[in-house]
């Protein structure tokens, strides 16, 4: 079955620096999605693109955060600044159709450390 | 605000019984509600999905059941082998959003 891959599996970064996680959904999917799961807490949505814009953002997605998929494979996700409280298990997802109308495919999450 | 609540947090069954994980709702639009599976290291997986036009869905040992009244949704497996040891996710949506809203997980532990 195809896969969403990402990279890296973990990254531990400083406090204040820039991390680009990245993301490749399966090849003829349309709508791409990052989710974080804080440790012990619920997976949470963060943003839905589709047709090259954001389609749908939570009230965690401010302005420390950004996406592009710059090369028609690759999705990214930006976080600016970082700061203690993004230290998650982010997740892409892709799918043919909206989510609610078919399945989503996950990636297996990078592990996000703010020191 | 937590749209879906998912209990318990951790369920330990022997090998053969059934597993049940619940779910309870807030928003009445709902009306999609899918169940994911996690194994270590690999990211949510689809198990199965309803919509509040049925009361049950099965597919195989795994059974949905769904109370609108209730708000609530449950998954049952049947006859749990070790192989399903994994966390367990529901999730709620609506149709034409783009977000789905996911529970705080289940981690299942079979025991042969």
């Known amino acids: 079955e195809p896969e969403v891959t990402q990279t890296p599996s973990h990254q531990v970064t400083q406090m204040g620096q820039e991390v680009i996680l990245r993301c490749v959904p399966i090849?003829?999917?349309?709508?791409f999605y990052w989710y974080r799961q804080i440790l012990g807490q619920k997976v949470e949505f963060l943003v839905s693109f589709y047709n090259n814009e954001i389609s749908e953002k939570s009230e965690i997605f401010d302005d420390q955060f950004s996406v592009e998929r710059p090369d028609g494979s690759n999705f990214t996700l930006k976080i600016r600044s970082t700061k203690l409280e993004d230290s998650a298990m982010y997740f892409c997802?892709?799918?043919?159709?909206?989510?609610?109308?078919?399945?989503?495919?996950f990636g297996s999450g990078t592990q996000l450390s703010v020191l | 605000q937590q749209q879906v609540k998912q209990s318990p947090q951790s369920l330990i069954v022997q090998k053969g019984g059934i597993s049940i994980i619940n779910c309870a709702y807030e928003n009445t639009a709902f009306d999609y509600f899918p169940w994911y599976q996690q194994f270590p290291g690999k990211g949510p997986a689809l198990l199965i999905a309803i919509r509040p036009d049925v009361s049950e869905k099965k597919e195989g040992r795994f059974t949905i059941s769904f109370n609108k009244s209730a708000k609530q949704f449950s998954l049952h497996i049947m006859d749990s082998q070790p192989g399903d040891s994994a966390t367990y996710f529901c999730a709620a949506g609506l149709t034409g959003a783009n977000n789905l809203f996911f529970g705080t997980g289940t981690r299942l532990t079979v025991i042969p």
């Open positions: 997802a892709s799918s043919v159709r909206l989510a609610t109308n078919e399945k989503l495919f």
């Open positions: 090849s003829n999917h349309l709508y």
